[in-house]
């Protein structure tokens, strides 16, 4: 193979080509296919981030739904429901029969006595306090025997204290009752 000296002495032309067509590749590079590829990584991060903000609003549609529905039902409890609610003129009965429910389930009555009705929206709502002495059993008894047969009385605070030396084992206790009864505006547009 013979070289041809004619070429060699334009090798430097080729040179220059070549540092161009690199630059050129570089500049195309830089200019153009790297900001593509940065464009697309960022595409698909947020595309990821959509299907997770899809998901996630796809799970409290669901969660909303049955919301809704638990609203419904509880709207149709509230319409149609078995519990309703006394006037607060009725205290003095409610009162008797605490009484009476405190003495079936063991407790001694030292003192019952209701506050003033607190107004509220949809009721009122009148606390009682309840004291005297019992068991922890009888206690017990009394709160069971309370939320089935008085739906409408709920129990705030419960405090129990050693009695000391009654043999029986009695603590004097104290009960604070909220007891729900008919709004006054519900019971006047009756």
Not at 91 to 115: F, K, M, P, Y
Not at 126 to 152: K, N, W
Request: aromatic residues 6%; glycine residues 8%; positive net charge.
């Amino acid at each position: 193979m013979k070289l041809n000296p004619a070429r060699w002495q334009s090798w430097h032309i080729d040179a220059a080509a070549a540092a161009a067509l690199v630059i050129v590749t570089v500049a195309v590079c830089l200019g153009g296919i790297q900001p593509l590829r940065s464009s697309h990584d960022e595409y698909l991060a947020q595309k990821a981030e959509l299907e997770g903000q899809r998901d996630q609003a796809s799970r409290l549609a669901t969660s909303m739904a049955a919301m809704r529905r638990q609203l419904a039902a509880i709207d149709q409890t509230m319409t149609t429901g078995a519990l309703r609610l006394k006037p607060t003129s009725h205290v003095n009965t409610e009162l008797v029969q605490l009484s009476a429910l405190a003495v079936e389930s063991g407790l001694a009555i030292g003192d019952i006595r209701a506050g003033l009705p607190i107004s509220g929206p949809h009721y009122d709502t009148v606390p009682i306090e309840l004291a005297g002495s019992g068991t922890y059993r009888t206690c017990t008894m009394f709160l069971r025997r309370l939320r089935q047969e008085h739906p409408d009385t709920s129990v705030a605070a419960f405090t129990m204290s050693a009695g000391g030396d009654d043999p029986a084992g009695a603590s004097k206790f104290r009960f604070g009752l909220r007891w729900h009864a008919a709004a006054q505006q519900a019971v006047a547009s009756r």
